[in-house]
């Protein structure tokens, strides 16, 4: 399980720079833009059920680019599986990812890879008449393509994903996510 460690520390070495390179512009008596930044809470998509989620763009003054996304997230799960097995398990879940925006004023195509780690408290599972239980981290990596709205200023933003995921388990297409957020410079 290092790959979400090798990312978070991948994240911060960028940020870092940007931070450097944003402090050597204000030394030097320019009055530096600001980041784009966007707080939202999406449903489905990368944090499986419900996530908080922060997203800023790489390069000041700018709404499109290269950006990042961090949050945290999670639900449960109770029901019978398509087998019949009996599945009960709460999960917390920390979306990862980069992104990229391409667009003009207000609208924009977004797409982004991510990883996101998941910690998962089986309390009672039932798979082919075996009992399970227990503790552990999984992951998931997702593919981000979508669309996304933000305000040329400060307001509301929102955005639509496709977000497939790819488990251990195989490819699954079918995940989609809906966010609602605020974004601001």
């Known amino acids: 399980m290092r790959k979400p460690v090798y990312f978070g520390i991948f994240l911060c070495l960028i940020f870092s720079a940007q931070l450097a390179q944003a402090q050597g512009a204000a030394t030097a008596g320019e009055s530096p833009a600001k980041f784009r930044k966007n707080i939202f809470v ?15 763009r790489l390069k000041r003054g700018v709404n499109d680019g290269l950006g990042f996304r961090a949050g945290i997230g999670g639900g449960g799960l109770e029901g ?20 990229y925006l391409v667009g003009k004023r ?3 195509f977004e797409a982004g ?9 089986a309390d009672l599972a039932v ?3 075996e009992f ?12 981000n393509l979508g669309y996304r709205f933000q305000p040329l200023r400060n307001g509301v933003m929102f955005r639509l994903d496709w977000t497939p995921a790819i488990t251990s388990e195989g490819f699954f297409a079918a995940f989609f996510g809906a966010s609602l957020g605020f974004s601001f410079q």
């Open 106 to 108: 207000r609208s924009f």
């Open 80 to 99: 019978t599986a398509s087998n019949g097995d009996y599945i009960s398990a709460n999960f917390i879940t920390i979306p990862l990812s980069i992104n």
């Open 42 to 56: 999406e449903g489905l998509g990368n944090g499986l059920i419900l996530s908080a989620n922060y997203d800023m």
């Open 113 to 121: 890879l991510g990883i996101t780690p998941i910690y998962v408290n």
């Open 127 to 129: 798979i082919d008449n």
């Open 132 to 143: 399970y239980s227990g503790k552990g981290w999984g992951a998931a990596g997702f593919v």
